[in-house]
């Protein structure tokens, strides 16, 4: 015996499956690079160690390579993420651009596919964009609390130096007469602190061209303070917590209070 069924349309409930649209900004695991800000493709997105203070310092050819990023006014963000943390600046060429943390967001023109990364670390100015940094880092000039420029190696003149900063951009100092891993300058007495405070974070993500070896911590009065090759690291009061500040640099005299790099020695024993 055979049995036939017949169908209509009218048979048919089944429900389509909803279209998922993904957010503007979304969070991404980029492999050993670990969560990522891309944009709604998948696309990698990218901080420039020379935008200092919110401003894109990536002019002319430069956006060729690094095409810059822009959201909508009523951008989505993935859970995770916090949508004040999210600006929107108007470049000099009049075009806008999205900041996350105050670091303008790029792509790089090699990122072929979704997922793609290879604009980490080129030219040891360009790192994937992150939601925190243990520590970022930054190239600009040096201008002491006494308006004087620095270069590099704290004589006077002009040039671009590379140092830590904090993941906002607020530049790190080490004392110089701090030894590996004793802080030499904290009384905790809130006066005399507030001249230098020590900068307490949990060790990390870190841009790649710096080794996660070269940091530690200690304690200090009951507060952990991050280390970098055995320096305490610490912030100057009188940058009042903005980015690009370098003031400390000529206080009380240059490399009193120096900043702190790739290039800078191990502290002494």
């Not at 429900?15 to 492999?31: C, I, M, R, S």
């Not at 004040?84 to 967001?105: E, H």
Request: aromatic share 10%; glycine share 10%; hydrophobic share 35%.
């Amino acid at each position: 015996m055979s049995v036939s069924i017949a169908c209509s349309d009218d048979d048919d409930n089944t429900t389509p499956d909803p279209v998922v649209v993904p957010n503007d900004v979304q969070l991404k695991d980029a492999g050993t690079l670990g969560k990522v800000l891309t944009d709604k493709d998948g696309k990698t997105l990218y901080f420039f160690t020379k935008d200092v203070g919110g401003v894109s310092a990536c002019t002319g050819g430069c956006l060729t390579t690094w095409p810059i990023f822009s959201a909508p006014a009523t951008a989505k963000i993935d859970a995770g993420l916090n949508a004040a943390d999210f600006k929107t600046i108007t470049r000099a060429d009049g075009a806008t651009q999205t900041t996350y943390k105050g670091w303008p967001l790029y792509y790089y023109k090699d990122d072929a596919v979704a997922g793609d990364t290879k604009g980490e670390g080129v030219g040891t100015r360009w790192y994937v964009a992150k939601t925190k940094y243990t520590v970022m880092l930054e190239n600009s000039q040096l201008v002491g609390l006494d308006g004087k420029s620095y270069k590099a190696d704290l004589t006077e003149g002009t040039g671009e130096t590379q140092f830590l900063v904090d993941s906002l951009g607020r530049t790190l100092y080490a004392f110089a007469r701090d030894s590996s891993g004793i802080n030499n300058f904290t009384t905790n007495d809130a006066t005399h602190d507030a001249s230098w405070p020590i900068y307490s974070a949990e060790i990390s993500d870190l841009p790649s061209a710096l080794n996660k070896a070269d940091f530690g911590s200690i304690t200090v009065f009951g507060k952990k303070q991050l280390t970098y090759k055995g320096w305490p690291l610490y912030y100057f009061g009188p940058d009042a917590m903005t980015p690009g500040m370098t003031k400390g640099v000529s206080v009380p005299k240059p490399g009193v209070w120096p900043i702190v790099n790739k290039d800078s020695p191990l502290a002494p024993k």
